[in-house]
């Protein structure tokens, strides 16, 4: 857990129950769930650290100002001008939120196994156009509630879906809408593609991600090269360079760190041992050699979160992740 998580629920906790639900509302619902675990732990506070927290807040508050209040006009002006309409409309999708979208927004709050269980039954070309518009650790969560045959028909309807148009992205959220309930813009919305089958494939993990691959592989060998380029896994981090190793690992709890490099490369452990001062790589390897066997679905878990880590820093432009099939690409 971060240190902002744990700031945020202290902040919360403090703040008062009216005055904190209003803070909620403009989080997302990955940034709630883990302010709202973090809450649930907390203990003892002392007034110390309390107004430690206030202090930090009221220094960030003071450094504010009124400048990009009111300001969308604007940010999609800029994007616009920068990126062009159709990268704009991508990204400006993604920030923003989208009226055409409301029913979908409305799935990121919902269990997976209860998103698996509403959509399960629609054509596979719906629930892939659906699970484009959902994080990729979520649409990964969502698909294994799905049969083999459907997992491996969505994935490739994922792999080979280029945008969605806005009339179609307004009926499926219609249809949505009315799921559940009970009853039965002007630009493309977000894309799928191989890059976005890879990211779902990257969470899917295990046993499960090599069958899908394994029928992609069978169906259209090119179309299955093209998504393991684009992969990222646990030990791609070997590509990272030394500072946004060190970036990393100053987010990665040490614990959940030697439980993931039990499962890795020798190669990795050591570039992670150098980026680490002398005596931290001393007590990581005492460490490692101490821990004792661990489920295999435990390692994986842990570099699942890791994982997550590195995908945010790349998001936020403080990492580069080389893709594996091109020196030259990102991911």
């Known amino acids: 857990m971060s240190d ?11 703040l008062g129950e009216a005055e904190a639900a ?8 990955k940034e709630v769930q883990k302010i709202s675990s973090a809450m649930m732990e907390i203990k003892n506070l002392t007034r110390e650290s309390i107004s430690e927290v206030f202090h930090e807040f ?44 409301s029913g979908i927004e409305s799935l ?3 269990d997976p196994g209860a998103v698996a269980e509403m959509i399960g039954n629609e054509h596979p070309q719906i ?36 945008g969605v148009q806005p009339m179609a992205l307004r009926e499926l959220n ?22 976005a089958a890879a990211e779902i494939l990257n969470y899917l993990g295990g046993t499960l991600e090599a069958q899908v691959m394994e029928n992609v592989r069978n169906i259209d060998p090119d179309l299955a090269q093209k998504i393991e380029d684009k992969m990222f896994v646990f030990d791609n981090i070997l590509d990272i360079d030394d500072r946004g190793i060190q970036l990393i690992l100053r987010e990665v709890q040490s614990e959940a760190l030697i439980v993931a490099l039990k499962g890795a490369s020798v190669e990795l452990r050591e570039k992670i041992f150098k ?39 790349s998001d936020e432009g403080q990492i580069a992740l080389a893709g594996k099939g091109d020196e030259d690409a990102y991911v």
Do not use: C
């Open 275 to 313: 980026n680490m001062s002398q005596r931290a790589a001393e007590m990581m390897r005492e460490d490692l050699e101490s821990k004792g066997p661990v489920k295999l679905s435990e390692v994986e878990s842990n570099q699942k979160e890791i994982l997550k880590i590195v995908r945010r820093l």
């Open 127 to 162: 629930i892939a156009t659906i699970l484009v518009h959902l994080e990729p650790d979520m649409a990964a969560s969502v698909m294994k509630f799905f049969s083999e045959r459907t997992r491996n028909d969505v994935l490739l309807r994922i792999s080979t879906l280029d």
């Open 108 to 110: 990121k709050w919902m």
């Open 4 to 14: 902002g998580v744990q700031k945020s629920a202290i902040f919360l906790m403090t």
């Open 22 to 29: 209003e803070v909620l509302k403009y989080l997302g619902p």
């Open 58 to 101: 009221l220094l960030l508050a003071s450094e504010k100002t009124t400048i990009g209040m009111d300001s969308n006009d604007y940010i999609r002006s800029m994007l616009t001008k920068a990126l062009g309409d159709e990268k704009a409309a991508g990204l400006l999708d993604r920030i923003m939120h989208n009226s055409d979208t």
């Open 174 to 195: 219609d249809v949505l809408g009315k799921l559940m309930s009970g009853g039965g813009t002007g630009k493309k919305s977000l894309q799928g593609g191989v890059s």
